[in-house]
């Protein structure tokens, strides 16, 4: 167990991570239970030692970037030709079901007309912490280019820069499960671009 200096108990598991808990079925799925077994063993003692040894890291490298980090190096280690695609596929495919729930967290009555009343706030919001570019935020349309991520910046200082490919490639689908919101990014700093070009417009049948 370990305790940060806010007081918070820290999960060590990566079982018990929202977000990443279901990457040990892709696991299975792909090379059978021994070999699944042996690669979430390794990734959960790397988020365990992650965690030991930056107990007080902000909240994004917890919830994300040591997840990411830890199943990537194991994933590395193990079956080092595969590490990058099953990473990303697992992104995509945790994005899409974090896709459907916004959907249905969206459906209630009045939710889309809410948010875009209160888009200046909520880019505010998805931008803290991001340095950004060309913010530009209307009744109708939000864009922006992140010209440097966080979640990147630490993934790379821990050596492990591809690690964030899968929270990209989460976002560019779970992005899209917002009712009301037309959604498209076509770069991300993660991926070597200049930039993650966020463009979000208003619904046509919101307007």
């Known amino acids: 167990?370990?305790?940060g200096d806010n007081g918070c108990v820290m999960?060590?598991?990566?079982?018990?991570?929202?977000?990443?808990?279901?990457f040990k079925k892709e696991l299975i799925e792909?090379?059978?239970?021994?070999?699944?077994?042996?690669?979430?063993?390794?990734?959960?003692?790397?988020?365990?030692?992650?965690?030991?040894?930056?107990?007080?890291?902000?909240k994004s490298s917890k919830a994300y970037v040591f997840p990411a980090v830890?199943?990537?190096r194991a994933a590395e280690y193990h079956v080092p030709e595969d590490a990058i695609f099953i990473t990303r596929a697992f992104g995509t495919k945790a994005g899409l079901k974090l896709k459907k729930?916004?959907?249905?967290?969206?459906a209630l009555p009045g939710i889309p007309k809410l948010m875009w009343r209160n888009m200046d706030k909520i880019a505010a919001k998805m931008s803290a912490?991001?340095?950004?570019?060309?913010?530009?935020?209307?009744?109708?349309?939000?864009?922006?280019?992140?010209?440097?991520?966080?979640?990147?910046?630490?993934?790379?200082?821990?050596?492990?820069?591809?690690?964030?490919?899968?929270?990209c490639c989460m976002d560019k689908e779970y992005m899209n499960g917002f009712r009301g919101i037309d959604y498209?990014?076509?770069?991300?700093?993660?991926?070597?671009?200049?930039?993650?070009?966020?463009?979000?417009?208003?619904?046509?049948?919101?307007?």
């Open 70 to 72: 830890a199943i990537y």
């Open 11 to 22: 999960k060590e598991k990566l079982d018990k991570v929202f977000v990443f808990k279901d």
């Open 184 to 207: 498209k990014r076509t770069k991300s700093v993660a991926e070597g671009d200049d930039c993650c070009d966020y463009r979000l417009k208003r619904s046509a049948r919101f307007q």
């Open 129 to 167: 912490g991001y340095e950004i570019k060309d913010l530009q935020v209307s009744t109708d349309i939000c864009s922006m280019d992140v010209v440097r991520c966080p979640l990147f910046d630490k993934a790379k200082a821990l050596g492990t820069p591809n690690a964030v490919q899968m929270i």
């Open 1 to 3: 167990m370990v305790v």
């Open 101 to 106: 729930m916004f959907r249905r967290i969206t």
């Open 30 to 58: 792909k090379y059978g239970t021994s070999l699944a077994s042996e690669i979430w063993s390794e990734a959960n003692a790397e988020y365990k030692r992650l965690i030991q040894e930056e107990p007080n890291a902000d």
